[in-house]
């Protein structure tokens, strides 16, 4: 069984930087795919950005595209969401979610694709 540690949230003002960090415990892994989703209150968990170990390839919705960046530490075996120019639109709590599954494209958006899921930490930005 997959466990996922996440870490990083936080309150900022707007226009602040944060970055949220996920790694799984106990494993290091080859090929896998991991992504972020957020979840703001009484709204539904929507993609945020997603990572594919094999074949290195990023994916960004289109909210948060040029401000956030995904990236891993092969080092660490951690995955980081570098978060820039926050807005309060940003607020929400921040799940990191992984298939060890290589997900093809149309895959990768896909919430019910993956196995694991962090306990998700909370980002706050005010205005």
């Known amino acids: 069984q997959v466990q996922l540690v996440e870490s990083g949230g936080g309150s900022v003002q707007a226009g602040d930087p944060l970055r949220l960090s996920c790694a799984p415990s106990g494993r290091t892994f080859t090929t896998y795919t991991l992504s972020w989703y957020r979840q703001a209150p009484a709204q539904a968990r929507e993609f945020v950005a997603a990572?594919?170990?094999?074949?290195?390839?990023?994916y960004y919705a289109d909210s948060v595209r040029g401000r956030f960046s995904i990236s891993k530490d092969n080092a660490m075996n951690t995955v980081y969401l570098q978060m820039n120019r926050l807005n309060p639109e940003d607020t929400a709590i921040y799940y990191c979610?992984?298939?060890?599954?290589?997900?093809?494209?149309?895959?990768?958006?896909?919430?019910?694709?993956?196995?694991?899921w962090g306990q998700g930490t909370q980002v706050t930005v005010s205005s």
């Open positions: 979610a992984v298939t060890l599954r290589r997900l093809i494209t149309s895959q990768v958006r896909a919430i019910y694709e993956y196995d694991a």
């Open positions: 990572f594919r170990r094999s074949g290195i390839s990023e």
